[in-house]
């Protein structure tokens, strides 16, 4: 069965979410913050992050390539935009710009704000990571102020669940002070659906 390191509120959220939207069978196995790692975790984990995981002779690492293989492996699913649809470059692009564009670039402002010095917490970097995050989120603003329900396709997909993941790390982090309105709309829509909650919930 398919294994799946999570620990929520980390990217593992997005595989938890999509196999919940895909209704495939899979065992969470939680990692703690800080503390001793299950087994099996440093094989599936070179790095320690998450997510991580198990699939058979499978490992995989990288949140986004988890999702595309998941999909191709067990779809097919609603949640991918195939080539033949007019959305396939939008949803190649969202899909990769939620972790590439939007949370790549925060690790460097949760790793400051939680492990860094107190003198240190506050300095020129933290500043540009912030200012870029907030930038990057606009053009989220931007794709959704037209009204639309989903990042691409007008149907939820698989770029929703790394955009979306994004948008709620944002919100839980307060690296955005407040959303405007359509995005906030968009993060209603999406974190109400049960997938997700079950993801959340670990
Ligand atoms: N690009 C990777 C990033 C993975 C990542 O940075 N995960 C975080 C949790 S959300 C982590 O494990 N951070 C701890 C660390 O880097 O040591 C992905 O999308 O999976």
Do not use: C
């Not at 599936?44 to 499978?58: H, K, Y």
């Not at 959305?87 to 899909?95: G, I, T, V």
């Not at 949370?103 to 506050?122: C, E, H, L, M």
């Not at 639309?148 to 690296?175: L, P």
């Amino acid at each position: 069965m398919l294994r799946i390191y999570h620990t929520p509120p980390s990217r593992s959220v997005r595989i938890v979410w999509l196999a919940e939207e895909m209704s495939l069978p899979y065992e969470a196995i939680a990692v703690p913050f800080g503390g001793a790692p299950p087994a099996g975790f440093t094989d599936a984990s070179p790095l320690g992050q998450l997510p991580a995981i198990e699939d058979g002779e499978v490992r995989m690492i990288e949140s986004v390539a988890i999702m595309q293989y998941l999909l191709a492996k067990y779809g097919p699913s609603p949640l991918e935009v195939t080539k033949t649809e007019r959305a396939f470059p939008d949803y190649l692009q969202f899909l990769e710009f939620g972790e590439a564009g939007l949370t790549a670039i925060g690790n460097a402002y949760v790793a400051t704000r939680f492990r860094a010095p107190d003198d240190q917490k506050k300095n020129w970097t933290v500043d540009y990571v912030t200012d870029a995050m907030r930038k990057r989120f606009a053009l989220v603003d931007r794709r959704l102020a037209d009204g639309r329900e989903f990042i691409v396709a007008d149907r939820f997909t698989a770029a929703d669940i790394s955009v979306g993941w994004s948008v709620s790390i944002a919100k839980y982090f307060g690296i955005l002070e407040s959303f405007e309105p359509a995005t906030q709309a968009y993060y209603d829509r999406i974190t109400a659906r049960p997938a997700y909650a079950k993801a959340i919930a670990g």
